[in-house]
C-alpha cells in the first residue's frame, strides 16, 4: 500500500543532502512550531486556572470541559476583534511591532534540544547559548517601536522602561551563564545537558549563578514582579495600551514563548535537560538512546515536566509579589545582580582553574 | 527643571500626562493632570467633578427620610456610616439624640464596625492591586462577601444599604444574625493575618511603600486631613473616642497610631482599625444579648420637621470625619441648606503636596493610600 503512494517515490529521489540539510529540518521545525504554539496557547489557560487556584476563584471554566478550549476560545474572539489603528500612529512601525517579538521567540526553539539527540533537537549549532542569547535580546525592539509607534503617552513610557529595562537585565543574565559556560567548556546546549549528567547539575556549584539567572529572566521576560513596560495600574497596558485583537494576541503570544525559551534555557544549563541524572547515575542521555524512540519520548516528558515547573513558577511570583518600582528595578540589576554575577564569574573561574591545573 | 528648545521654544524637558478619568487606578473617576520630568512629578493637578451628581441641592427638596438613600450614594462603599452620619445630624437638630433606644444604638455601632471593615477591605484591595499586588485583591473580596452578606440578611441590600432611620432602626437583628457576625468575627483575624502575610514584611511592599507621600503631623492638620492619613502622623484624633457617639462610650477598643506618616503606616493603622472593629463588633454581640428586645425608635411624629437653627455633626466614618452642616427654616419638612463634609474630599487636598517628586509609579500608592471615593469627593 504504503510502496505504491507515488509521493514516498517521489521524496526517495530527493538527493540525500538536501533531505538532511533542508527538509527533514524544516519538518521538524514545523512540528516544532506547531507544538510550541500548542503549549504557549494552552498556557494562557494554565496561568488563569493557576492563578485563579492560587487567588480563591475559579478561573475560566465555562467554554468546554472544565474550560480546557478557552485557549480555543481566545484566539478566535481576538482575531474576530476590530483592528484599531490610533490616529497619528506610525502605521508601518505599529504593524510591524507586534510581529517583532514574536519571530526571534520562535526561532530559539531551532536549537534548543528538548529530548535526547539525535530525535528531538531541529538543529545542532555549536554557539548555541550565544545564538539563543542573541536572539532573545531581539525581542525588546517589537516593544519599543509599539510603545513609540503608538502615538500615547503611557505606550511611550511602556516602551521607555522596557528598552532601560532589557538592556539592564541582559547584563547579568549572559554574565549568570557564564559560570556554567567555564565549568562545561562548551557552547553547545547539548554538550551542557551531557556534562550535567556524568557530573552534577550545574544549579549545585552554581548557585549564585542560577538566582541570578532567575531573576533576570522574570525581567527579561517582563513578568511580575518585573512587569513595568505594562504595569496594568500604573501605565495602562504600558506598550499595548493601544493595540487590540490579533496584535495584541501577538504581543502575548510573544511573551509567552519567550517566558518558554528561558525555562527551557534553565533548565537545560542548570537542571540537567532532558535526564534525571547526576555522576552517570539515573536516567542518562546513554540509557535513554538505547531505547530508541522510547527514550526520546521519556527525555522529552522530563524535559517538559521541568520547563512546567518553571512556567509555574513565573505564575506564582505573579500571585505573590507587588510590582518594583523603576528606579528601584535598576538598582537591583545594576547595584546587585552585575556585581554579584561579576564575582561569582571569578570564584568560579579560580576554583575550575585550581580543580584543573592545566588548564581546561 | 524647565528647559526651554531655542529653535522651537518649545518645552521639551517635561510632559504633561493626563491620567484619568478613565484610568485603572484611579479607583473611579479621579483625573490628575501630571508634568512629569521623565517618570518624576513635579506637579499633580486633581480635576474632580467627574461623578456630580447635585447631592446636596437635591437634599434641598426632599423631606429629611427621603435624604436617607441619597447619603448611600456619596461614600458608596460605606453606605452605613454616611446614613449614620445624616440621621444623627437630624436626630441631633431635633433633640433626640439622647431618645434614641439602647439596642438601635448597638445595631447602628455594629453596622457602622462592619462598614468600617468592608470599607477597609475594599481600600486594601484596591491599594494592593495598584502596586501589582493581585492576590489580596482576591482574598480581601472574600471577607467583604461575608460583611455584605450579613448587611443583605439585615436589611436587604449589600452596598447602597439605606438601613437607618431618623429615630432609630428600622428593623430588629435576629438571634442567627448575631450567631454569624460571631463566626465571622471569629474567622477575620485569621484572614487578617493573611492579607498581612503577603504584604507586611514583603521587601517589594515595603521598599513600594515605606517613605512614600509622608506627611507631617502638623501638614496633615493644616490640611485638615482626618482619619486613617491623620492617624498614621501620630496625632490621635478619633471621633468615637473624642466625641463618642451612640454607644461608642462604653466600647473598650485601641486607636492604633502610626509614627512616621507615611504610605507604609496608613497601610498599617487600617489593618489594625480592622482588628480593633472586631474587637468592638464582640463587645457590641454581648451588649445586644443583654439588652431586651423593644422599641428600636425614638417616640417622633411622622412627619419631621426639625426647628428652625444650624447644626454640624459629625462621625468617624472609614476614611475620616464624616460631616453633616444642616440649617432649616422651621417651617418646612427639607433643610434649607445640607453641606457634607466628606472626608475624601477633604484628604485629596493633600495629593498634589504628597506627590511632588515622586515617580508615576508611586501616584497609585497615594491615591490609593488616600483612601478616596470618587462618588463622596464629587457628590
Same mark, same amino acid.
Given at each position: 500500500m504504503l510502496n505504491s503512494m507515488p509521493v514516498l517515490s517521489l521524496i526517495a529521489q530527493i538527493p540525500e543532502p538536501v533531505m538532511r540539510w533542508f527538509v527533514w529540518p524544516t519538518i521538524k521545525f514545523v512540528i516544532a512550531f506547531v507544538i510550541v504554539q500548542a503549549i504557549v496557547a494552552s498556557f494562557t489557560l494554565v496561568e488563569r486556572r493557576v492563578l485563579a487556584f492560587m487567588q480563591a476563584r475559579l478561573g475560566p471554566n465555562r467554554v468546554g470541559p472544565y474550560g480546557l478550549l478557552q485557549f480555543v476560545a481566545d484566539p478566535i474572539k481576538l482575531m474576530l476583534k476590530e483592528d484599531i489603528v490610533p490616529a497619528g500612529a506610525q502605521k508601518f512601525a505599529y504593524f510591524i511591532a507586534p510581529m517583532l517579538p514574536l519571530i526571534p521567540a520562535f526561532m530559539v526553539f531551532a536549537i534548543i534540544p528538548v529530548g535526547p539527540p539525535p530525535y528531538f533537537e531541529i538543529t545542532s549549532v555549536n554557539i548555541g547559548v550565544l545564538l539563543v542569547l542573541a536572539l532573545t535580546s531581539t525581542g525588546v525592539y517589537g516593544l519599543i517601536l509599539g510603545g513609540w509607534a503608538s502615538n500615547n503617552k503611557f505606550s511611550l513610557m511602556g516602551g521607555l522602561r522596557s528598552a532601560a529595562q532589557m538592556v539592564s537585565y541582559e547584563v547579568p543574565f549572559g554574565l549568570s551563564i557564564i559560570g556554567v559556560l567555564m565549568i562545561v567548556g562548551s557552547l553547545e546546549l547539548k554538550d551542557i545537558v551531557i556534562y550535567q549528567e556524568r557530573h552534577i547539575w550545574n544549579v549545585i556549584p552554581q548557585i549564585i549563578g542560577f538566582f541570578i539567572f532567575l531573576v533576570a529572566m522574570v525581567a527579561e521576560n517582563n513578568r511580575a514582579p518585573f512587569d513595568l513596560p505594562e504595569a496594568e495600574t500604573e501605565l495602562?497596558?504600558?506598550?499595548?495600551?493601544e493595540y487590540s485583537g490579533m496584535k495584541f494576541a501577538l504581543f502575548f503570544l510573544a511573551e509567552y514563548a519567550a517566558m518558554l525559551v528561558n525555562s527551557c534555557l534553565a533548565v537545560i544549563l542548570f537542571f540537567g535537560g532532558w535526564t534525571i541524572a547526576m555522576g552517570e547515575m539515573g536516567l542518562t542521555t546513554p540509557l535513554l538512546q538505547s531505547w530508541g524512540a522510547w527514550g526520546a519520548l521519556i527525555g522529552g516528558i522530563v524535559f517538559f515536566t521541568k520547563v512546567m515547573m518553571f512556567m509555574v513558577f513565573y505564575i506564582w511570583l505573579r500571585g505573590t509579589f507587588p510590582r518594583f518600582r523603576f528606579d528601584q528595578l535598576m538598582d537591583l540589576g545594576w547595584k546587585w545582580m552585575i556585581p554579584l554575577a561579576l564575582a561569582n564569574i571569578l570564584v568560579t573561574g579560580v576554583v575550575v582553574l585550581l580543580l584543573n591545573p592545566g588548564g581546561a | 527643571m524647565t528647559t526651554i528648545d531655542n529653535?522651537?521654544?518649545?518645552?521639551?524637558r517635561t510632559m504633561e500626562i493626563n491620567f484619568g478619568p478613565q484610568h485603572p487606578s484611579t479607583h473611579g473617576v479621579l483625573r490628575v493632570i501630571l508634568r512629569v520630568d521623565g517618570e518624576r512629578i513635579i506637579e499633580a493637578k486633581p480635576v474632580i @467633578?467627574?461623578?456630580?451628581? @447635585?447631592t446636596e441641592k437635591l437634599f434641598e427638596n426632599m423631606n429629611f427620610p427621603q435624604c436617607v438613600p441619597h447619603t448611600d450614594r456619596m461614600d458608596y462603599v460605606a453606605a452605613a456610616t454616611n446614613n449614620l452620619g445624616f440621621v444623627e445630624t437630624i436626630e441631633k437638630m431635633m433633640g433626640l439624640r439622647d431618645q434614641i433606644p439602647r439596642r438601635a444604638q448597638i445595631i447602628r455601632v455594629m453596622l457602622s464596625e462592619l462598614q468600617r471593615i468592608s470599607s477597609h477591605l475594599l481600600w486594601l484591595a484596591t491599594h494592593a492591586i495598584d502596586l501589582g499586588a493581585m492576590t489580596p485583591f482576591f482574598y480581601t473580596f472574600r471577607e467583604r462577601e461575608e460583611v455584605l452578606d450579613l448587611f443583605e440578611d439585615y436589611c436587604g441590600a449589600r452596598l447602597t444599604l439605606n438601613c437607618m432611620k431618623i429615630g432609630g432602626q428600622p428593623y430588629d437583628v435576629t438571634p442567627e444574625w448575631l450567631e454569624q457576625l460571631g463566626a465571622f468575627c471569629d474567622k477575620f483575624p485569621k484572614a487578617c493575618d493573611q492579607y498581612e502575610s503577603l504584604l507586611t514584611t514583603n521587601r517589594i511592599w515595603r521598599r513600594r511603600t515605606v517613605g512614600i507621600g509622608v506627611l507631617s503631623a502638623e501638614e496633615a492638620i493644616d490640611w485638615g486631613i482626618t482619619g486613617p492619613p491623620l492617624r498614621a502622623?501620630?496625632?490621635?484624633?478619633d471621633l468615637r473616642k473624642v466625641r463618642p457617639y451612640e454607644i461608642y462610650g462604653e466600647l473598650d477598643f485601641e486607636v492604633p497610631l502610626g509614627a512616621n506618616g507615611d504610605t507604609y503606616d496608613r497601610y498599617l493603622v487600617r489593618m489594625e482599625e480592622m482588628r480593633q472593629s472586631i474587637l468592638i463588633l464582640r463587645q457590641c454581640i454581648e451588649k445586644i444579648r443583654e439588652t431586651p428586645e423593644g422599641?428600636?425608635?425614638?417616640?417622633?411624629?411622622r412627619v419631621i420637621r426639625p426647628p428652625e437653627g444650624e447644626v454640624y455633626h459629625s462621625i468617624e466614618a472609614p476614611k475620616g470625619e464624616l460631616g453633616y452642616y444642616v440649617v432649616c427654616?422651621?417651617?418646612?419638612?427639607?433643610?434649607y441648606r445640607i453641606h457634607v463634609r466628606p472626608p475624601s474630599f477633604i484628604n485629596l487636598q493633600a495629593l498634589p503636596m504628597m506627590a511632588k517628586g515622586h515617580l508615576v509609579s508611586d501616584l497609585v500608592a497615594l491615591i490609593g493610600t488616600i483612601d478616596i471615593v470618587l462618588g463622596e469627593v464629587d457628590r
Open positions: 495602562v497596558a504600558g506598550f499595548h495600551t | 529653535e522651537t521654544m518649545l518645552n521639551v @467633578g467627574y461623578l456630580h451628581r @447635585g502622623c501620630g496625632v490621635n484624633w422599641d428600636l425608635k425614638a417616640r417622633i411624629s427654616d422651621g417651617k418646612s419638612q427639607s433643610g
